[in-house]
T-cell receptor, first 114, second 113 residues
């Protein structure tokens, strides 16, 4: 079956602009995660969704970052007023349910803020 | 808090050499442990996992054993191939209900002919 998909695959934006990144999890997966992969910080957790609610937002680096999930499926990560330090690869992962420890990752969105 | 430490890379090996990438962790209770692999230009793929002490995860010739006494989950392969060249990440998921993965910094493996 289809894996986790993310769009766009690449995004170049100017400092100060808002961006939206999209994640389509594997069908039937109720848990969804966002991570960020950057040269200086490695792989960092951002936020976790169970269904449409986010019980763990502890990794969001600032209030410029927000995320939502609708219909228990698609999720959007929004970064407002982008900064150069936001440049990174944003990864989405999903798992079958909260008890499943195996997360399946999408290909990522590479964000470059000029 | 939870943390994962893995050996610095890059690791450069000749084809058919033996591979070990060390990984140790700090966590309370009994976390689940994972190795993920990232091939050039691709996303993260689960390579293997172990969910309790003394479990051995294996896949594609790679193995790792969950050692509670040494808090380790070292990755091994008896004979590497050029196609194994990638970045390898050790990760843990804590005890309890679903939660974030905590990753190590990654180890780049380069296999040459």
């Amino acid at each position: 079956g289809a894996g986790v998909s993310q769009s766009p695959s690449n995004k170049v934006t100017e400092k100060g602009k808002d961006v939206e990144l999209r994640c389509d999890p594997i069908s039937g997966h109720t848990a969804l995660y966002w991570y960020r992969q950057s040269l200086g910080q490695g792989l960092e957790f951002l936020i976790y969704f169970q269904g449409n609610s986010a019980p763990d937002k502890s990794g969001l680096p600032s209030d410029r970052f927000s995320a939502e999930r609708t219909g228990g499926s698609v999720s959007t990560l929004t970064i407002q007023r982008t900064q150069q330090e936001d440049s990174a690869v944003y990864l989405c992962a999903s798992s079958l349910d909260p008890t499943s420890r195996t997360q399946y990752f999408g290909p990522g969105t590479r964000l470059l803020v000029l | 808090g939870d943390s994962v430490t893995q050996m610095e890379g890059p690791v450069t090996l000749s084809e058919e050499a033996f591979l070990t990438i060390n990984c140790t962790y700090t966590a309370t209770g009994y976390p689940s442990l994972f190795w993920y692999v990232q091939y050039p230009g691709e996303g993260l793929q689960l390579l293997l996992k172990a969910t309790k002490a003394d479990d051995k995860g294996s896949n594609k010739g790679f193995e790792a054993t969950y050692r509670k006494e040494t808090t380790s989950f070292h990755l091994e392969k008896g004979s590497v191939q050029v196609s194994d060249s990638a970045v390898y990440f050790c990760a843990l998921s804590p005890t309890g209900t679903a939660s974030k993965l905590t990753f190590g910094t990654g180890t780049r493996l380069q296999v040459t002919l």
